[in-house]
T-cell receptor
Framework: NAGVTQTPKFRVLKTGQSMTLLCAQD?????MYWYRQDPGMGLRLIHY???????AKGEVPDGYNVSRLKKQNFLLGLESAAPSQTSVYFC???????????FGPGTRLTVT | AQSVTQPDIHITVSEGASLELRCNYS??????LFWYVQSPGQGLQLLLK??????LVQGIKGFEAEFKRSQSSFNLRKPSVHWSDAAEYFC????????????FGQGTRLTINP
C-alpha cells in the first residue's frame, strides 16, 4: 500500500515549456487535491476533484489544468510554464466524509 | 473570506523547553481544525485534529492542541520539545460541508537550540 505517490520528484523547466505532474493514490479515495507551497504562504489549493471525471478550481488555478480520467489518478498540467510557477507541488487525497487528507511527498519544480 | 493565521513565522526554543504555536481562524461557523508537521524535504504529516467535543485534543509525538471558540484559536502545545521536533508546522481549517477543502496558515518554522 503506497498511499499517495507523485511523479516526478524534481523537475527543471524553461519558460514556455509544458509538463504534467502525476498523482496516484491506491486507497480508493473519492477526493483529490493539488496544492502549491511557497515560502511564507503555506499551501494554497490549485484544483481539486470530488470524483472521477470531475474537477474544480481552487484558490490559485490560473496557468494550470487538471484531469481525473481514472479515480486513482489526478494530473496537473502546466501548458506554458512561467517563473512564477516555481514551487513545491503537493497532491493529497481524502475519502468521502472522512475529514482528513493524505499527502504525497511533493514535486519540486523550478522554472528558469 | 475564510482564513487561517499563524502569527509567528519562526520560533526558536531550547531542547526540553515547552512550546506553544499559535493559530487563529476566521470562518462563519466553527470549522474542522488540523495541525500538520513538515520535516525538511518531506510531505505533510497529520499531528492532530479537532471536530467537536473535548476542546483539548491529543495527537502524535506528544503534541496537544486546545480549541477556544471565544478566541477563534487552536494553539498547539508540547510540554518538552526534542531536537527532532525541528520542522515547519501548519495549522489548517476545513468547512464542515462541501468538498472538504483545506485552508492553511502560513506556517511556523520551529528551530530547537541544543
Amino acid at each position: 500500500n503506497a498511499g499517495v505517490t507523485q511523479t516526478p520528484k524534481f523537475r527543471v523547466l524553461k519558460t514556455g515549456q509544458s509538463m504534467t505532474l502525476l498523482c496516484a493514490q491506491d486507497m480508493n479515495h473519492e477526493y483529490m487535491y493539488w496544492y502549491r507551497q511557497d515560502p511564507g504562504m503555506g499551501l494554497r489549493l490549485i484544483h481539486y476533484s470530488v470524483g472521477e471525471g470531475t474537477t474544480a478550481k481552487g484558490e490559485v488555478p490560473d496557468g494550470y489544468n487538471v484531469s481525473r480520467l481514472k479515480k486513482q489518478n489526478f494530473l496537473l498540467g502546466l501548458e506554458s510554464a512561467a517563473p512564477s510557477q516555481t514551487s513545491v507541488y503537493f497532491c493529497a487525497s481524502s475519502p468521502f466524509l472522512v475529514y482528513e487528507q493524505y499527502f504525497g511527498p511533493g514535486t519540486r519544480l523550478t522554472v528558469t | 473570506a475564510q482564513s487561517v493565521t499563524q502569527p509567528d513565522i519562526h520560533i526558536t526554543v531550547s531542547e526540553g523547553a515547552s512550546l506553544e504555536l499559535r493559530c487563529n481562524y476566521s470562518y462563519g461557523a466553527t470549522p474542522y481544525l488540523f495541525w500538520y508537521v513538515q520535516s525538511p524535504g518531506q510531505g505533510l504529516q497529520l499531528l492532530l485534529k479537532y471536530f467537536s467535543g473535548d476542546t483539548l485534543v491529543q495527537g502524535i509525538k506528544g503534541f496537544e492542541a486546545e480549541f477556544k471558540r471565544s478566541q477563534s484559536s487552536f494553539n498547539l502545545r508540547k510540554p518538552s520539545v526534542h531536537w527532532s521536533d525541528a520542522a515547519e508546522y501548519f495549522c489548517a481549517a476545513q468547512m464542515i460541508q462541501g468538498a472538504q477543502k483545506l485552508v492553511f496558515g502560513q506556517g511556523t518554522r520551529l528551530t530547537i537550540n541544543p
